[in-house]
């Protein structure tokens, strides 16, 4: 049977978010939160083959795992914010094999600061029940030092050998990316850092 209660649930934990923002010398603005979604030229997604694929990410702070929410801050961060623990990925997955039901995947999730530099590797389990349901999250890792500028986030399925079940750390498929701005002071974020990662009305 389908809990139509969950299903809200998780519909709701997709949904971008909504703030009002002022903004100096502007008035109050409107932002809706751009989600991030993995990269394809086609409508072929990377990890098909597979049985999963990526559909969003989400970067930001104060992450609560009941609401599926942030509840501080999201796609631009103070550089106050920037601590292990403290700044997370929320990734969003869906199934595109029927053999996927029973499958555990293993990712790997690189953080790269401003400098272009990985600072931070994490790797976690995509489960079953991750698919179309509660998201899972990465979090930051001791090596990052603060930085302000734009950040990188990105996520790379580990195949598993179908004849050995070994796992190939040498071939990783890229699965997508989102960047996120990391701040000093509200007085600097420009326009266009809004644009970046806000719809603005």
Known sequence: DIDASKNAAVE???????????????????????????PHGS????????????????????????IGRFKNYFGMVPISEVQPRRLKLAMYWAQTLAS????????QVKWTNPADTVCSIV???????????PPLTASLKRGC??????????VHLIPQDRR???????????????????????????MSSLRT???IR
Do not use: N
């Open 164 to 190: 050995t079940g070994a796992y190939e750390r040498s071939t990783q498929v890229a699965l997508g990316s989102c960047k996120f701005l990391v701040y000093t002071s509200m007085d600097e974020l420009q």
């Open 12 to 38: 709701l934990r997709f949904a971008p978010e909504v703030i009002v923002f002022s903004h100096a010398g502007a008035r109050q603005l409107t932002l809706t939160e751009k989600l991030a979604v993995a």
């Open 123 to 133: 790797r976690e389990q995509v489960r079953p029940f991750h698919f179309f349901g």
């Open 43 to 66: 409508m072929k997604l990377h990890g098909d083959d597979f049985g999963i694929a990526l559909l969003a990410l989400r970067v930001g702070t104060g992450w609560d795992p009941d």
């Open 145 to 154: 030092s603060p930085a302000a500028g734009k950040w990188t986030v990105s």
């Open 197 to 199: 990662f806000f719809q």
């Open 100 to 107: 996927a039901d029973d499958q555990t995947y293993k990712i």
